[in-house]
């Protein structure tokens, strides 16, 4: 049983339309229903522009859970057989609509363009949050474009953070911070070593930390 004031954050990447998209909703509806989590991050969140194909849509309404939608790239994908445009976007879902939020673009490449994060502050049992939410770029030697994302994504966050408390400073004067995503990368990488220091940030691989 989970203590009380726990607060359980859950990032996933949904694999857009691949596969056998239909049958991966009912089980990440199942096991996410199973886990009950506060704050549910999503990247490559697939939404067509009828609706009719929607993953943070359907996850939210299928779990209880306020969406928040950043549309991400839009093309032609196969999905279950079928061609449809579609795009391919970041998605937070949460138990309380979030107090505001925001959508940065972030350093890109041609080969990769479109990047961004998702920022916003919620207010949850008692303690403001900051949740950012953030999938960094997939080519395999980009760890420098990589970095340079991270580095964007923990400054565009910072600042939203500190403006959106200022506005609110009646209710708080800090707020717990969490980035959270995809970010295509193991700890170990060359460019991740000293950012710890850096930032002032803890990284941890939420892989490793769930035992794969």
């Known amino acids: 049983m989970r203590a009380k004031n726990t607060l359980r954050l859950i990032t996933v990447?949904?694999?857009?339309?691949?596969?056998?998209?239909?049958?991966?909703?009912?089980?990440?509806?199942?096991?996410?229903?199973?886990?009950?989590p506060d704050i549910l991050c999503l990247q490559e969140s697939l939404r067509t522009p009828d609706s009719k194909m929607d993953t943070a849509g359907?996850?939210?309404?299928?779990?209880?859970?306020?969406?928040t939608y950043a549309p991400g790239r839009f093309k032609k994908r196969?999905?279950?057989?079928?061609?449809h445009y579609s795009h391919s976007g970041l998605a937070l879902l949460s138990k309380v609509e979030p107090l505001e939020y925001e959508c940065i673009a972030l350093p890109?490449?041609?080969?990769?363009?479109?990047?961004?994060?998702?920022?916003?502050?919620?207010h949850t049992k008692g303690h403001l949050i900051s949740i950012t939410n953030v999938h960094l770029t997939h080519l395999q030697a980009?760890?420098?474009l990589r970095k340079k994302q991270l580095l964007a994504t923990i400054d565009g966050s910072l600042a939203f953070t500190e403006t959106s408390?200022?506005?609110r400073a009646a209710e708080s004067h800090s707020a717990l911070q969490f980035i959270c995503g995809d970010f295509n990368w193991q700890l170990e990488t060359s460019e991740l070593e000293g950012l710890e220091k850096e930032s002032g940030l803890r990284l941890d691989d939420c892989y490793i930390e769930g035992g794969g």
């Open 13 to 36: 990447n949904t694999w857009k339309g691949d596969g056998r998209y239909g049958r991966r909703l009912g089980l990440l509806a199942k096991g996410l229903k199973r886990l009950e």
């Open 58 to 67: 359907y996850l939210g309404r299928t779990l209880g859970l306020s969406v």
């Open 165 to 167: 408390i200022k506005n």
């Open 108 to 122: 890109a490449s041609a080969e990769d363009p479109d990047r961004s994060f998702l920022a916003a502050l919620i």
């Open 142 to 144: 980009e760890d420098k």
């Open 78 to 83: 196969k999905i279950e057989g079928e061609a």
